[in-house]
C-alpha cells in the first residue's frame, strides 16, 4: 500500500486525466494486486461507486486483481 496515500490519490487523478490525450500505463511487479487496485480507483474516478470497483476490474481486468484485504479497503476508501 502507498505510504504516501494524498501522492497516490494525486499520482492517480493525474492518470486519469492525462489519460483523455495521450497513453498511460499502469503496472506493477506481478501486474495483478498493486494495478488491479489502481484500476479500481481509476474506475471509482471515472464514476463508479467503491463498492462496486473491485468486482467490475475483477470481471474486466483480472478475477485475482486486488489481491488483499487493504487493497480492497484502499479502494472502498478512495476519494
Request: hydrophobic letters at 40%; glycine letters at 8%.
Amino acid at each position: 500500500m502507498p505510504t504516501n496515500k494524498a501522492a497516490a490519490v494525486d499520482a492517480l487523478r493525474e492518470a486519469w486525466t492525462r489519460a483523455e490525450v495521450e497513453r498511460v500505463e499502469i503496472a506493477c511487479g506481478g501486474g495483478i494486486g498493486r494495478t488491479g487496485t489502481a484500476l479500481a480507483c481509476l474506475a471509482v474516478i471515472d464514476g463508479l461507486p467503491n463498492h462496486e470497483a473491485v468486482d467490475y476490474i475483477r470481471q474486466q481486468y483480472s478475477p485475482r486483481a486486488v489481491e488483499t484485504p487493504w487493497q480492497r479497503r484502499f479502494v472502498s476508501r478512495f476519494k
